[in-house]
């Protein structure tokens, strides 16, 4: 009887326990929505406008390694793609992107043959074909050339910073953009200390006036740090660690994952770990709960293959992730279109 009695307990248990992480896992629903009309790429520059996407740069795999400076539009209304014009500098990967006030900006990048970018480009949707690109002459990226950084927009301002520069290498300082000043007086230092830690590849997500950076790399190991922005008072300031210990640092730290924010929660998913095992899990940052403290919770796979490199944006309540690699080689560059929204019930088989 004891034994039936404690078998009983033990099944029990089990399923309080399945239950559980049934419901962590399954939490919101990925489907995949779309194809690039494109070849399929990684590292290309993202940034959204009203319900549409531009994809710009990155590289592929095609008999050899192929660099872009096309930049495909994807609406999320209808699904559709239509190629504008080409960003008007030298092919490259891993710039950064921003849009304010409708128009959309890339900065920096390396291209196939190494060299490193600090142009600061100007994309208008409205403008005429064949003008839709400008390139701010007066206005370059003031660190130097760069790529590998981490660039996000709040309010009417764009911040561009850290990332692997051509003079010092990993870098740690920020730069706020300010697209209604004067030429050639655009760009200015933001918190003087910079961000606690240098690193490149790192991972960002914007809520209200504060942005969330966290991973990257810096001297071949892992930035396991997590450091948050406030516009409003020019401050960088590292996320207690006492509020990352419930959690599997090696786990939740990467580079080149995909990030965005939808409503007040931040997402990461996809990138690389840091002994080279490329991931898809996701996890979201609740910022405001645990007291303040903010609390991250694992959530629904990423249903794609595993992949790192790939752009992401969020449009309408919905996170979306472009293309994207796990390898080198043709079959590894990736051009599918995969959407995250956290309030459909997770359906393995949804996807068009």
């Known amino acids: 009887m004891k034994n039936a009695l404690r078998s009983i307990f033990i099944i029990a248990i089990l399923a309080i326990t399945f239950v559980s992480c049934h419901e962590d896992e399954y939490y919101g629903n990925w489907r995949k929505v779309s194809v690039l009309n494109g070849k399929g790429r990684a590292g290309s520059a993202v940034f959204s406008i ?3 996407a531009y994809v710009v740069g990155g590289y592929g795999y095609y008999f050899k390694i192929k660099f872009f400076n096309s ?9 559709s793609w239509v190629e504008m014009d080409s960003l008007p500098g030298e092919p490259r990967k891993d710039a950064v992107a921003f849009s304010i006030g409708g128009k959309g900006y890339v900065c920096g990048g390396i291209g196939a043959d190494g060299t490193y970018y600090g142009n600061m480009y100007e994309f208008d949707p409205e403008a005429e074909r064949g003008s839709q690109w400008k390139e701010l002459t007066k206005d370059p990226y003031p660190d130097g050339a760069f790529y590998g950084g981490i660039g996000f927009a709040i309010g009417d301002y764009g911040y561009v910073g850290v990332g692997m520069n051509d003079k010092i290498g990993p870098t740690n300082r920020y730069f706020r953009f300010d697209p209604s000043k004067p030429e050639g007086k655009r760009w200015i230092q933001t918190d003087a200390e910079g961000m606690a830690v240098k690193r490149f590849g790192g991972n960002v997500f914007v809520i209200g006036d504060k942005a969330y950076i966290m991973g990257g790399r810096h001297n071949n190991y892992r930035v396991k740090e997590f450091e948050c ?31 965005f ?4 929660k931040g997402y990461i998913t996809c990138g690389v770990k840091f002994t080279g095992e490329v991931l898809r899990d ?35 309540g919905c996170g979306y992730i472009f293309c994207g690699q796990n390898g080198v080689g043709s079959t590894y560059f990736k051009d599918d279109v995969w959407l995250f929204n956290p309030d459909e019930e997770y359906n393995r088989r949804s996807y068009k």
């Not at 406030?230 to 990352?244: G, N």
């Not at 924010?261 to 007040?264: F, V």
């Open 229 to 259: 922005y406030d516009a409003s008072t020019d401050e960088f300031t590292t996320i207690s660690e006492d509020m990352l210990d419930d959690y599997n640092i090696d786990m939740l730290f990467r580079y080149n994952a995909s990030t």
């Open 50 to 52: 009203n319900n549409k």
């Open 282 to 316: 996701t996890w979201e940052y609740t910022p405001d709960a645990n007291n303040g403290k903010g609390v991250w919770q694992m959530i629904a796979k990423f249903e794609g293959s595993n992949r790192y490199s790939a752009p992401s944006v969020s449009i309408n």
């Open 261 to 264: 924010a939808i409503g007040n």
């Open 71 to 79: 930049t495909w539009v994807y609406d999320t209304e209808d699904n």
